[in-house]
């Protein structure tokens, strides 16, 4: 037992090593040998220590690593750090996770301790704001406060201050914020020179700090940094984001600013800044710490504006809406909507031709009539669930009738007057069907026909408003247009009514409405509501229990194709619940079921013979229940959960997702029906995560919750990382038609990496070929390997054969980070997609090239001059297609230089404020070319495309200002646009920022750092760039002279 005890400190810097080492003895803390980490380097360094990053073996992704000047001074608060407060907040998405630690031994044979911690790609908030914010919008800004507001939240929930707050611990990973240091950095600056490093961060440190006060002995009272300190640096950060640049960054850092801040300095506003985000940021960092708000204020405060914000984009089109819509008490007489559909029959009768008429979805089909195909599509998906299995469906309709994707997606665009092709064209968008997802186009087309009246749009738009998608959400719109669409006749809107009275959704909870709305929907043929309605006689919803009656409504959904209810029916015959306990039966709907969606992990051969458990289940729980007292395992209060939602089943038990305290991030939840059978398997699967649970492949395992039972029993959760994409069979199923082989060697690779991963542990899958592949799955597009089976190590009893299904169940690759090719989305026939990858080409391309690239890729994929010119000439409505015909005029390609024709095209592309249009256009001025030479012209337009986001038009204001062409020569803003563009990668910018260095253009003369800028470039492959760096090797100069690179 000896080794379960939890390590006992004494306070002596030793003891802290001396638990540490411990800890990672008997694996509390994980351990990472150092000699197995590669491509270590130097990312940042500070007054606690330096920071790397590193590859662990053959991973791809990227660790960091930690180390610390003094860590004899710093390992009480490591501990800390790292026992008491990461179990408080590890798992949250917006702080940077800790993994375990690394020790590499010194000359002296010391060692040197290093925290093994959660890499973030994009650097620090402040490095983010300065590369991107001419990019930024400002749902992007609110969203970066949102984010850090919500994370202080969650520090603040768990009575943790972080105290030192700025935007250098502050990190960004794909866009998403991550705190670094909470509670950690402060505590050890004051057990170094507090005061010191204080003055770094002076603009964002609570001001009551600087405010000397003596008590009734007159000795000095020192301020205590505490949560309302974070409330006044979030104020300055709030400001921060807003304006793009640190504050007071033309003041020194001094004792004078601190005085200057403490009486009252702060920075003014930045125009065009929403009036309430002011009065947020203003109200933070107000200079006593009583008045300003709680972080949960702030929250709530900034979550309003984000909702009033993109709400008011489309009030004019919710009000007209409005307007539009009959009143709710009225019935549309159903004469009336007889009569309607018998005109439109008739309308249509001319145009059937007898002998192409199929019996199979609707014997009045003319497959060549788009019309009447989407109207078929509509009818359908009237009963068919908002989720990816609507484009399933639609594919599968359109394979059946032989019409291309492409043929009906041209249809949709070209019939825009009639309300069903918008709203079908809102779901192309919505499920990403022949183009890419684009939630905010769908949403704004479902409101374009739901202002028309169109019934599918109005339940479409409230699904929108109900899970904010491409919009806020709003429950109560949600529930307004379910409702009307219900008033107006539609069968989904009657059971969409019925399942937010079921759930609480925009109105209050009414099971009786619900159950009745439920009854209602299954007497108009709904497979959702007689589902819904089984599940009340199922559980004694709303009713009376009755098996029998829930059965019968099961079997009815079920065989009209709803795998829910299908899987629903098989349980039942599985445990002879309403019926008689048939299993063959069983086996066969749950092969049915996950044929259309469900993963069932069951072993199918006697299973009501072989499921016993011989082992002692108590010693099992015993394990778990000491592990958690022990905190070797992290127990989470089940009372802290909140929206608790069941997302899947099989025949191991139950899976749900929740939030956990006020976090708006998902955790999975996962039961068992027979808890008793699966223990040990759990056990084992504890065991397994300590080897694999920092994998990027891996699916994490957070810890256990219990929930009491009416019979004071407990039901164990699993508490775990989030996947909410669904597995790879579906994804392939759904993407693979535009894959290419770079996309598909990167799938191959991530699955390989992680299961080299698991067998360098010396653990063995054993279940990668299941027959639905429901073992690989994606979440946020990046291949994750949870679990690894779940106790495959060690099965060596009875249950063997028979849990191994079940168990494999825990083991999920997801799929992220698949880096798109130039050419991943590209549809060849789509001439859109062409002109658009074109036009990204142009931004890394000199003029003079551009003929020759447009050339090339045009070769590359196999499409001509002629076809790709024509295209250009009939949809000049198109300001992208506007600007590459003047492109083709301007080099004569498939024509002759026309430069006055170009110019033309140029400008009104311009006039559309296509930025590429606007640097051409500039470069037309700057030039004479097809017009008069006008300096100010082109220096205007420069200008103009670079406040738009034009690296191009950043990249020629700099020449402006370094050659003085149009405006005053200025070297230093030409450094400074130069920098700009070449930290976004561009490597013709960073060859013209080595020649600010190399040249002294705005800065200092700085021959190494040219040197280093060149070459870089010259790797990116830019000739110009790797002719100034033969000449720098060639003479010597930021390098030493070295002939044979030189003519290399």
């Not at 504050?247 to 005085?259: I, Q, S, Y």
């Not at 009036?275 to 702030?298: H, M, S």
């Not at 914000?309 to 549309?332: K, T």
Request: hydrophobic residues 35%; charged residues 20%; proline residues 1%.
């Amino acid at each position: 037992m000896s080794n379960n005890t939890e390590p006992k400190v004494i306070g002596d810097t030793n003891d802290w090593i001396d638990w540490i080492e411990e800890s990672i003895a008997k694996k509390q803390i994980k351990f990472y040998d150092y000699k197995h980490f590669d491509n270590t380097q130097e990312i940042g360094s500070g007054s606690l220590g330096k920071v790397y990053r590193a590859n662990w073996k053959n991973s791809h992704g990227y660790l960091a690593l930690k180390s610390f000047i003094n860590f004899n001074i710093a390992a009480e608060e490591i501990v800390n750090e790292v026992l008491k407060l990461r179990r408080e907040v590890d798992f949250h998405e917006n702080i940077i996770r800790f993994y375990g630690i690394t020790t590499e031994n010194q000359n002296d044979n010391s060692k040197k301790y290093l925290l093994v911690m959660e890499y973030a790609d994009s650097g620090t908030l402040r490095n983010y704001l300065s590369e991107r914010f001419v990019n930024l919008t400002w749902n992007d800004k609110f969203n970066l406060a949102l984010q850090l507001v919500n994370a202080i939240s969650f520090l603040h929930d768990g009575e943790i201050a972080h105290r030192d707050l700025n935007p250098n611990n502050i990190l960004v990973q794909k866009n998403t914020i991550k705190l670094a240091d909470f509670g950690l950095s402060n505590r050890i600056k004051e057990s170094f020179n507090f005061q010191s490093n204080l003055f770094k961060s002076i603009a964002y440190v609570d001001p009551q700090i600087f405010n000397v006060k003596k008590n009734s002995k007159n000795q000095i009272q020192i301020y205590s940094l505490n949560k309302k300190s974070d409330i006044y640096s979030i104020g300055v950060l709030l400001w921060e984001i807003s304006s793009g640049r640190s504050p007071f960054f033309n003041e020194p850092n001094d004792f004078g600013l601190a005085m200057k801040i403490l009486n009252g300095l702060r920075e003014k506003p930045i125009l065009h800044t929403p009036e309430d985000y002011i009065k947020i940021y203003t109200d933070c960092w107000n200079n006593e710490p009583d008045n300003r708000p709680t972080i949960n204020q702030v929250f709530s405060k900034l979550n309003a504006i984000i909702s009033d914000f993109q709400e008011n984009e489309y009030n004019v089109d919710i009000q007209l809406l409005s307007e539009q819509l009959p009143n709710p008490n009225n019935e549309v007489p159903e004469n009336i909507i007889n009569n309607s559909l018998n005109k439109q029959i008739i309308r249509k009768f001319n145009r059937i031709n007898i002998k192409e008429i199929e019996p199979l979805i609707s014997s009045n089909l003319i497959l060549n009539d788009f019309e009447l195909v989407v109207n078929e599509i509509i009818h359908f998906l009237e009963d068919v669930e908002m989720t990816v299995i609507r484009k399933n469906k639609i594919i599968k309709y359109l394979n059946i009738h032989n019409i291309s994707l492409q043929e009906i997606y041209n249809w949709l665009l070209s019939d825009q007057n009639n309300s069903n092709s918008v709203f079908l064209l809102g779901v192309f968008n919505h499920f990403g069907i022949t183009i890419g997802v684009d939630e905010h186009k769908a949403f704004k087309l479902y409101l374009k026909a739901a202002n028309s009246g169109n019934l599918s749009g109005m339940i479409s738009l409230g699904n929108c408003y109900d899970k904010g998608i491409g919009t806020g959400v709003d429950k109560q719109k949600a529930f307004e247009l379910y409702q009307n669409a219900a008033n107006l006749g539609s069968k989904r809107g009657i059971y969409s009514i019925g399942y937010c009275y079921f759930n609480g959704i925009g109105t209050s909870i009414n099971i009786q409405k619900a159950f009745e709305l439920f009854q209602k929907a299954t007497n108009l043929g709904i497979t959702l509501g007689m589902t819904y309605l089984g599940y009340c006689y199922d559980n004694g919803i709303g009713t009376n229990i009755d098996k029998q009656k829930a059965f019968e409504l099961y079997q009815m959904a079920a065989n009209l194709g709803y795998y829910i209810a299908q899987y629903n029916l098989a349980i039942m015959y599985e445990y002879g619940d309403g019926v008689k306990m048939d299993i063959n039966q069983a086996i066969n709907w749950y092969k049915k079921s996950a044929e259309q969606g469900i993963k069932i992990f069951l072993q199918c051969q006697n299973i009501n013979a072989e499921l016993k458990f011989t082992g002692n289940t108590n010693e099992w729980i015993d394990w778990i229940e000491e592990s958690i007292t022990k905190n070797k395992i992290e127990y989470y209060d089940y009372k802290h959960f909140n929206n608790i939602q069941e997302i899947g089943f099989g025949s191991f038990g139950k899976v749900y997702r929740a939030n956990y305290k006020n976090s708006h991030n998902y955790l999975t939840l996962k039961s068992f029906f027979n808890f008793n059978i699966a223990i040990k398997e759990i056990v084992n699967e504890i065991k397994l995560q300590r080897e694999v649970d920092f994998h990027e492949n891996i699916i994490r395992f957070y810890g256990i919750t219990t929930e009491i039972q009416s019979d004071s029993s407990k039901k164990y959760f699993l508490v775990m990382e989030y996947a909410d994409n669904g597995v790879l069979r579906n994804y392939l199923n759904e993407n693979f038609e535009n894959l290419t082989w770079n996309d598909k060697i990167n799938l191959a690779l991530q699955l390989a990496n992680a299961i080299s991963y698991l067998h360098d542990k010396e653990i063995v899958h054993r279940d990668l070929q299941n027959e639905y592949n429901a073992d690989i799955q994606l979440s946020n597009e990046q291949l994750l390997k949870p679990n690894n089976g779940i106790s495959e190590n060690d099965i060596n009893n009875s249950l063997h054969k028979k849990m191994s299904q079940i168990i494999q169940n825990f083991s999920r690759i997801n799929i992220k980070e698949i880096g798109p090719s130039i050419s991943s989305n590209l549809i060849r026939n789509d001439f859109e997609l062409i002109v658009n990858e074109i036009i990204f080409l142009f931004e890394n391309v000199e003029i003079e090239k551009k003929k020759y690239e447009t050339i090339n890729f045009l070769n590359n994929y196999n499409v001509s001059l002629q076809k790709i010119y024509n295209w250009l000439l009939n949809n000049q409505d198109n300001s992208n297609s506007i600007f590459l015909l003047g492109v083709f005029n301007h080099f004569g390609i498939e024509g002759n230089v026309d430069k006055q024709k170009a110019f033309e095209l140029y400008q009104k592309a311009a006039n559309s404020e296509n930025v590429f249009g606007m640097t051409s256009l500039g470069y037309c001025y700057g030039n004479g070319s097809g017009t008069s030479l006008n300096k100010q012209k082109a220096f205007n337009l420069y200008q103009k495309a670079a406040n738009l986001g034009s690296v191009r038009g950043m990249h020629n204001l700099a020449c402006c200002y370094r050659t003085g062409d149009g405006t005053n020569i200025n070297g230093q803003k030409a450094f400074e646009l130069y920098q700009k563009c070449a930290n976004l990668g561009n490597v013709i910018r960073i060859s013209d920022l080595g020649y600010c260095h190399e040249n002294g253009i705005g800065t200092s003369v700085d021959e190494q750092e040219a040197f280093e800028l060149y070459q870089k470039a010259a790797n990116l492959g830019y000739y110009l760039a790797q002719y100034n760096l033969a000449c720098m090797h060639k003479i010597g100069k930021g390098v030493e002279r070295d002939k044979d690179q030189a003519i290399y």
